[in-house]
């Protein structure tokens, strides 16, 4: 089975710009999480989406949105991009719900914000 | 909010020595996981310890939960120079939460 995948690998953007990352995870898993790793804040949870719902929802401002498709692929957005924004994207797919089973994570789209 | 935090921070030992690193959380769960992370790259997952299971092994890997003092420890035996990376110790908390991580180990293992 193909592993997670996560597109871009690398993004630079300038500060007030938008981003779309996308995650398509691994065949038969309806559950998708995000998270955001900082050398501060280490993994913060995002969001985690299972069949097209949004399931949970992390403490980060509204300008950090995000959905699932019905196969399964999920994307998120940032709107009006600040420097601390600057971080390594993860998503993480799983069979069911997010914490009760093991994750399978993507190797994250690194994000850089001038 | 961070809910697992792992201790040492960081870890150097030499080549074939163990391995030992701690988590300790702050509320029931439903189960421990522990992952490792090579630099700068997703993470991947190592180990599952349900809440009412004491111990688990996987080759070299074994971990311990003690629920009533909220802590797990990850220990790596017979280690190698290929096991440097970060483990991290994550939890869900009981009921419809998310995992939530701890801000991980940085373990060196010198040839």
């Known amino acids: 089975k193909a592993g997670v995948t996560q597109t871009p690998r690398y993004l630079i953007k300038t500060r007030g710009q938008q981003v779309t990352l996308s995650c398509s995870p691994i065949?038969?898993?309806?559950?998708v999480s995000w998270y955001q790793q900082t050398p501060g804040q280490g993994l913060q949870f995002l969001f985690e989406?299972?069949?097209?719902?949004?399931?949970n929802k992390g403490n980060f401002p509204g300008r950090f949105s995000g959905r699932q498709f019905s196969n399964s692929r999920s994307e998120m957005n940032v709107s009006t991009l600040e420097l601390g924004d600057s971080a390594l994207y993860l998503c993480?797919?799983?069979?069911?719900?997010?914490?009760?089973?093991?994750?399978?994570f993507g190797p994250g789209t690194r994000l850089t914000v001038l | 909010s961070q809910q697992g935090e792992e201790d040492p921070q960081a870890l150097s030992i030499q080549e074939g020595e163990n391995a030992t690193m701690n988590c300790s959380y702050k509320?029931?769960?439903?189960?421990l996981q522990w992952y490792r992370q090579n630099s700068g790259r997703g993470l991947v997952h190592l180990i599952l310890?349900?809440?009412?299971?004491r111990e688990k092994h996987s080759g070299r890997l074994r971990v311990t939960l003690d629920t009533s003092k909220k802590s797990s420890s990850l220990l790596i035996t017979a280690s190698r120079a290929a096991d440097t990376a970060s483990y991290f110790c994550?939890?869900?908390?009981?009921?419809?939460?998310?995992?939530?991580f701890g801000k991980g180990t940085r373990l060196s293992v010198i040839a």
């Open positions: 993480a797919s799983s069979l069911d719900q997010g914490g009760y089973n093991e994750q399978f």
């Open positions: 065949s038969g898993h309806r559950s």
């Open positions: 989406y299972f069949s097209e719902t949004q399931r």
């Open positions: 509320t029931s769960i439903n189960n």
């Open positions: 310890i349900r809440s009412n299971e």
């Open positions: 994550a939890t869900d908390e009981r009921g419809n939460t998310p995992l939530v």
